[in-house]
C-alpha cells in the first residue's frame, strides 16, 4: 500500500500546490485522482513517482516512509513503479518496439539478442504486434499511449502511475486504452493511480476516488459514495448543467 501523510508542496514561485494532503492507495485496485485542471493532480503524481519531492509530509510505500531514504534507496523501493506519461511522452526517433525495449536496455539484465522479442511480446500484449517497426510520428495518439503502456510494463512494476492517459483521445481510442487499463489490473492484480479530469474515464474503470480542490482533499471514497456525496462543488463538477439552446424565430420584413 501507498500512503501519503501531510503532503504539502510549494512552487519555486512559493505558490502552495498541495495542502496538508493525507489519504490511501489500496493495493491491487484502480485509483483515481480527479479535479479540475490546476487543482494539483499532476504535481501530486509527480511526488508519488519521485520527480518531485514534497516540501512537507511522508510518502509510505510498503511500510517505509521513503521520504526518510537517502536517494539511492528510494529509487530502489521505487523501482517497481512506472509512470505513463500524458500523450505517452515517447522517443520521436525511435521506433515502436525501440521505444519498448528502451527500458530493457536500461535495466542491462536481458541479453540483446531476446530484448526484440521482448518488445514484441510487450506490444502484443496492447494489440500492437503489427506495428513493431512503425515510427512515432506514423503512429496515432491511442497507438502512442498504447505503446506507453506497453513501455511501462517492460519494467515488470508492481504500480504503474497513469498521468492523463485518456486526454486528447477520440471515443473509440479512449475506451480502447480504459478497457486495457482495467484488464491489467485484474490479469495482474496491479496497483494502478489514474490522474483524470475526465469523469467518464474514472468511472468506468476506477475502485477509489481522491477528488481535489484548489490543492486540497475534499473527497475519498468509492464511486457510489462520490455520487451521493451532498458537497456543491463535486456536484457540479459529476453533473454539469445540461446545455440550453435558445431558438430565435426569423422575422422576415
Partial sequence: MISLKNISFFSNDAQQILKNIT?????????????????????????????????????????????????AKQQQVRSKMAIVFQHGALFDSLTAWENVAFPLYEQGTMPLAKIRD???????????????????DKCSGGMQMRIAIARALAA?????????????????????????????QVQQRMTLVLVTHQLSAAFQISNHFVFLYEG????????????????????????????????TDLVHS
Fill in 216 to 247: 486540497q482533499i475534499i473527497f475519498e471514497g468509492s464511486a457510489d459514495e462520490l455520487m451521493e456525496t451532498a458537497d456543491p462543488y463535486i456536484q457540479r463538477f459529476i453533473q454539469p448543467p445540461s446545455r440550453s439552446y435558445r431558438t
Fill in 118 to 136: 521482448e518488445a514484441e511480446r510487450l506490444l502484443q500484449m496492447v494489440d500492437l504486434h503489427s506495428a513493431a517497426d512503425l515510427p512515432i
Fill in 156 to 184: 515488470q512494476p508492481e504500480i504503474i502511475l497513469y498521468d492523463e492517459p485518456s486526454s486528447g483521445l477520440d471515443p473509440i481510442a479512449r475506451g480502447l486504452i480504459c478497457n486495457l487499463i482495467q484488464h491489467q
Fill in 23 to 71: 489519504f490511501d492507495i489500496p493495493t491491487a485496485k484502480i485509483t483515481a485522482i480527479i479535479g479540475t485542471s490546476g487543482s494539483g493532480k499532476t504535481t501530486l503524481l509527480r511526488i508519488i513517482a519521485g520527480l518531485s519531492e514534497p516540501t512537507s509530509g511522508e510518502i509510505w510505500i510498503n511500510g517505509q516512509n521513503i521520504t526518510a531514504l537517502p536517494k
